[in-house]
């Protein structure tokens, strides 16, 4: 396929200042009429010929200024409309297309998802609506009328604000007005008609101006929405508080659908979600998923501004409103919840989908230069990644600097499509500070490596510390390294380093040596602090080193890293684990009530794939799978009474009142962990613990984080647990997810056959992405040891799934295919089975370009 390159970028030939859309909505045949007011663009080439994208449409009508367009003139066809000479002042297209919703099953234009018309544009469905200029520095206000059968969609919704309702007379059907003062790109266009319930509140914002907040679910869920709108209300008002940002419209609505593929979209004043996404009742939901809706309702509030009212030039700037706002989204969930859980967790997600992504052939800078599919790029790198270079640069420039350069960024480009360096423009403008180093951090693939050697000097009471940087043969990079020396007893406060400033040392040189004096001992470094760079850190430090920090860091991320050091040695090299066993235990007896979601998280050692991930030699999933069951084994003896302890005492009240907030939730979390360690080190016990806490949970996290533990261990329990599980959630599709996730990541070899059975399950469809996921994405992304089976049958599996799935939904099978993106590190025989898995979903005749290039990247 051919690729599109950034250095080929140039602006729009033709611009397009208004749209006036009139949707009528039909299960099959929706008539689409669209009223363009065009006009040359002065920075693109004069009389060059209109050219608007379209994708599987069918072209009814068309009128330029009222009239037929001169015979000849006109090209059109499903994937494109082409005017030859149009006009070289404004004029005004009509277009009237149709489409049929029902059998739009790739999720992207419009769709309909259990009944309910909705919208996806970005990146590129807006041309499978109707002819558009679709690409995002083609900025136009939007009036939308939307019409419909009026039992069929009582609700109407659309971008902006409503202008106006009403019905049609004799027809049965109604229609609703909705006009968007604020100009913007096709992909945040939407609209959504359907039976919908809602929960609503009002939100007065720091200008004054009352909003109208609603969430829309499928009628009788509403009161599983209150925790989303609840959400809602405190992003609007943290953006005003953290970044001085209001809403913009008199309403803002939040729907959720059941068939999506992704988490959700910032589509303007509609933000339209993934049920997964909105909808908890303590019931139903675990703590994890509250807080993925509290991040994921952020994150799309927060595009208001970060990608909406400052969007992007073009689909190479996408860390631009992705990496800012997945930014913004972390700092709203650490302000709501514990800043150092949450930086532990954010750092887990980090090295569990974006290293192994770097560090693959699907690798790309956090800005690519050249894509063949922009959809495959909605990447970790482009997100998380992306985020931590905003980071570093709040880390480099200091809170206020940060913060004066984002208003900054808002007020010089509000109403435009910019580009990554519009944004680094804003801070080297409020700072003073040259970031054209800084600016490399976009364009170079590869994880850096960060090595750190360190020399006590006793007589001169001095400690040298050499750090080095390593990623190709390029300019070093600009690494801010947050760090501290720590002694037998605790942190040296009083040693100097006068080129680290606020426990900072920015390092710019592939090498530099820093000298600390007043050094009263031999210290152990603690480098890297919050984990201030997205590095891997070679310091080669001893397990006792390690221990000292677990024990007395004051950093709380650098406590937990050292902890899951140790463990990755341990995992690695072997050897005894009684000294970590013993200061994990202090940990539990210091930490266990103060801060248990932390206590929680020390437990948690390294999952097999981030084992993967540090491994330098080739990866056999099958060694790090025993290594690790091992050693947790091993702790959950060691540990054993005060795991046992812990149970007891976090147990709650049965009559008391479920909360999601981060105290409780990190109890749960505790509690639970304490559970499956027990449980690793004494399978019987462990089983009938999980069986009884199953029986008495009063609330999804404890009746799921049970159901984890006891469907690791084989037996008739297992079995008639999972099946009362099934029994009692039958009507519950996002609780059965859940389900066939935990039975898709048991790491036995009965695990393909019983996924096969699932595939039969009358809960299961292929149609639907989040069931996929659950079942053949947990398979493929959370059992490593099934998946990459010596007899290739867990390859062949997730291939027959995305060679099936690409005929009708080609984007979440391209995601599915990219399990496979780490093939290259596993050990020789597994590799040549992945190869020739790959070569042979690349040969399938009509394949996908979401697919084909997933496989093509993954072989190059
Ligand atoms: N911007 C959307 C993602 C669109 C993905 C298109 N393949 C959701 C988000 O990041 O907020
Ligand atoms: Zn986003």
Partial sequence: PPLIHLADYRPSDHLIDRVDLDVRLDPHRTRVTAVLA???NPGGEPGAPLRLDGDDLSLIALDLDGAAPTPGTVTAGPQGLEIAGPPQRPFTLTVVTEIDPTANTKLMGLYRSGGVYCTQCEADGFRRITYFLDRPDVLSVYTTRIEADAAEAPVLLGNGNPVESGTVAGTGRHYAVWHDPHPKPAYLFALVGGRLDNVATTFRTMEGRDVRVAVHVEPGKAERAAYALDAVVRSMRWDEEAFGRAYDLDVFNVVAVSDFNMGAMENKGLNIFNDKYVLASPETATDADYAAIEAIIAHEYFHNW????????????????????????????????????????????????????????????????????????????????????????????????????????????????????????AFEAESGRDLAGFA???????????????????????????????????????????????????????????????????????????????????PVPSLLRGFSAPVRLRAELAQADHLRLLAHDTDPFNRWQAAQSVAHGLMRDGGSPAAFAEALGLLLDREGARDSAFAALALAIPGEGEVANEMRAEVDPDAIHAARTALRRDLGRALRPRLDALWEALTEAPSALYSPDAAAAGRRALRNAALDLVAAGDPETGAARAG???????????????????????????????????????????VLDKWFAIQAMIPEDGTLARIARLKEHPAFAMTNPNRVRALVGSFAFGNPTQFARADGAGFALVADTVAALDRTNPQVAAKLLTAFGSWRKLRKSRACQAEEILNRIKAIPGLSRDVGDIAARSLM
């Avoid at 994880?447 to 510390?465: F, V």
């Avoid at 605790?490 to 710019?508: F, H, N, Q």
């Avoid at 984890?708 to 599980?725: D, K, M, S, V, W």
Wanted: some cysteine; proline content about 6%; hydrophobic content about 40%.
């Fill in 692 to 734: 009884a806490q199953i029986e008495a949970a009063t609330n999804m996290t404890d009746r799921l984080a049970a159901l984890g533990t006891l469907a690791l261990i084989p037996g008739e329990a297992r079995e008639g647990a999972l099946a009362a599980f099934a029994e009692r959630y039958a009507d519950e599709p996002l």
């Fill in 38 to 40: 065009v006009r040359p």
């Fill in 440 to 522: 490399q951090w976009y364009g170079r693939p590869g994880t850096p490596t960060l090595s750190a050697t360190g020399r006590y000097d006793a007589a001169a009471q001095s400690y040298d510390l050499t750090l080095a940087q390593s990623l190709d043969d390029g300019e070093p990079l600009v690494i801010p390294v947050a760090l501290g020396l720590v002694g037998a007893g605790g942190a040296l406060d009083g040693a100097v380093c006068p080129e680290v400033r606020d426990g900072v040392y920015v390092l710019t040189a592939r090498e530099a040596t820093l000298r600390f004096a007043d050094v009263p001992e031999p």
């Fill in 306 to 425: 970060s990608g909406n009212r400052v969007t992007c030039r073009d689909w190479f700037q996408l860390c631009l409103k992705e990496g800012l706002t997945v930014f913004r989204d972390q700092e709203f969930s650490s302000d709501m919840r514990s800043r150092a859980v949450h930086r532990i967790a954010e750092v887990r997600a980090l090295r569990a989908r974006q290293f192994p992504e770097d560090a693959g052939p699907l690798r790309h800078p956090v800005r690519p230069t050249a894509y063949a599919e922009i959809n495959n790029f909605y990447t970790a790198t482009v997100y998380e990644k992306g985020a931590e270079i905003v980071r570093m640069l709040k880390t480099l420039l200091g809170p206020e600097a940060f913060r004066a350069g984002m208003d900054r960024y808002y007020a010089d480009n509000d109403g435009r499509a910019a580009t990554v360096e519009d944004f680094l423009k």
